[in-house]
C-alpha cells in the first residue's frame, strides 16, 4: 500500500523544461512543440554542433518498459526512405526527477501544423485547388507507406505538418499509432482519414452542399465504406486525382 503511494506520488505528468535547460549530455531545449498522452515534444539543439532536432519524451508511466517508443523507432526506422516521414535518429535515455525517460531524436521539421495552417485562410477554409494539392501530396506519401506493408493509423490535421515552398507543399507525417500487425484495413483507415483531412481543409459539414461535384466524389458524403468502395486504397484514390476531368471544377 505504502508503495503504491509513492509510486503515484512520484508519477511525472508533465516535463515542461524551460528553454535552455539541458537534457542528457548532448542537447538543449529551445521551445516546447506540443504535447499529448504519450509524452512532449520539444525543439532541441545539439550542443557540440547547434543543429537543430525535435525530441519526443516519454512519461516514463506510459511507456514503463520502453516498448512504445522502441516500437515507435523501429517503424520510423523501416520507413526512412518514404519522403513524407521525418528521419529518426537515435534515441537516449535521460534522468528527469530520478526517473528514466526515453528522449527519441529525430529530424526538426520547420513546417506548421495543417490545422494551423488552414486557420491562416479566409473562413478557414483552403481554395479547391490547394486542398486537392494537399490531397495529392498525402495520398503520395502514404502510398510509398503503405507500399512498405506499413500504416499510419493517426492521420489528422495535427499530425500532418507542411512547409510550402513555391508551388510544392512539402508533407509530413508524424505520431505514428502502434494499432499492432500491419493489415488492410489499417491502411484503408488511413485512406478514410485523409479524405477526412480534405473534408476539413474544405470548410466540413458547413461548406460540403456547394462543393464542385469532382470534390464530392472524393468526400463521398463521408461515408467510409463508399469512400472504400470507390478508391479501395489511397493509390486508387491518387489515380483519381490525377485523372478527374477538371470540366466538373468550373
Ligand atoms: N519532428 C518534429 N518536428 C517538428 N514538429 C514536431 C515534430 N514532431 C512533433 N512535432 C510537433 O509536436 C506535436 C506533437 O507531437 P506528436 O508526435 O504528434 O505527439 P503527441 O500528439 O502524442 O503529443 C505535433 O503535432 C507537431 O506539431
Ligand atoms: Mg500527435
Not at 57 to 75: N, V
Not at 123 to 132: I, Q
Not at 189 to 197: I, S, T
Not at 242 to 247: H, Q, Y
Request: charged content about 25%.
Amino acid at each position: 500500500m505504502t508503495a503504491k503511494k509513492i509510486k503515484t506520488a512520484s508519477r511525472i505528468e508533465s516535463f515542461n523544461f524551460p528553454p535552455g535547460r539541458k537534457v542528457g549530455k548532448r542537447y538543449v531545449i529551445e521551445s516546447c512543440l506540443g504535447r499529448g498522452t504519450e509524452g512532449e515534444v520539444y525543439q532541441l539543439h545539439e550542443i557540440e554542433t547547434r543543429i537543430k532536432r525535435a525530441g519526443k519524451f516519454y512519461y516514463p508511466h506510459r511507456d514503463p518498459k520502453q516498448k512504445i517508443s522502441t516500437r515507435h523507432a523501429r517503424k520510423l526506422n523501416t520507413l526512412r526512405y518514404c519522403p513524407i516521414v521525418l528521419q529518426y535518429h537515435h534515441s537516449e535515455i535521460i534522468t528527469v526527477r530520478r526517473q528514466k525517460v526515453v528522449a527519441m531524436i529525430s529530424e526538426l521539421c520547420e513546417g506548421e501544423p495543417l490545422e494551423h495552417w488552414i486557420g491562416r485562410y479566409p473562413g478557414g477554409r483552403l481554395p479547391f485547388y490547394t486542398a486537392l494539392h494537399v490531397l495529392y501530396n498525402l495520398m503520395r506519401g502514404l502510398e510509398a507507406i503503405h507500399m512498405m506493408g506499413e500504416y499510419h493509423a493517426d492521420v489528422h490535421s495535427q499530425n500532418i505538418l507542411i512547409q510550402p515552398c513555391g508551388v510544392r507543399f512539402n508533407l509530413k507525417l508524424v505520431d505514428f499509432y502502434d494499432w499492432g500487425r500491419p493489415a488492410l484495413y489499417k491502411q484503408r483507415q488511413d485512406l478514410c482519414d485523409a479524405v477526412a483531412v480534405f473534408y476539413e481543409c474544405l470548410g466540413g459539414r458547413a461548406c460540403y452542399a456547394k462543393l464542385p461535384i469532382p470534390i464530392k466524389h472524393i468526400c463521398a458524403g463521408m461515408r467510409r465504406d463508399l469512400i472504400i468502395k470507390r478508391f479501395g486504397n489511397v493509390t486508387g484514390l491518387r489515380r483519381y486525382l490525377e485523372t478527374f476531368d477538371w470540366a466538373g471544377m468550373l
